[in-house]
């Protein structure tokens, strides 16, 4: 699942916050929980920069606290954020599409080169 306007680490992100979300709009996720979700493709600092630059585009509001001590991300989906798995479906969909008009145009190219080759010889 991935959306066009996101990079990479946003999509990565997002998807490990609507697994931890687990259907709630709102929640409490721990830098420790998302990046294990991540497998080591982000640190805390590039989590963190990632968690706010969403947070401008309108997916969520996020709010960092300490919770006994523990450093720990509110986060409660917007709009835009509850829709991302559909905007993602819908992009690969998209792409899908595409992919299969350029390969159909290309052999219909091949076909009409065929085509003239047998008519002029």
């Known amino acids: 699942m991935w ?3 996101l990079d990479r680490r946003e999509n990565d992100v997002m998807r490990a916050l609507l697994t931890l979300s687990a259907g709630k709009a709102r929640f409490l996720a721990s830098p420790d929980e998302v990046l294990t979700l991540l ?3 982000c640190d805390v600092d590039g989590l963190e920069k990632t968690l706010f ?4 585009d309108g997916y969520f509001d996020v709010i ?3 919770r006994k001590g523990e450093k720990t991300y509110v986060v409660e989906l917007r709009q835009k954020g509850k829709c991302f798995e559909r905007s993602a479906h819908n992009d690969r ?7 299969a008009v350029a390969a159909l145009c290309g ?3 091949a076909l009409i080169g065929i085509l003239l080759k047998l008519l002029v010889a």
Do not use: C, E, H, V
Request: glycine share 4%; aromatic share 0%; proline share 0%.
């Open 3 to 5: 959306n066009a306007t």
């Open 39 to 41: 497998k080591g493709k």
């Open 53 to 56: 630059s969403l947070a401008q």
């Open 64 to 66: 960092s606290t300490d």
């Open 93 to 99: 969909r998209r792409l899908m599409l595409r992919l």
């Open 107 to 109: 052999l219909a190219s």
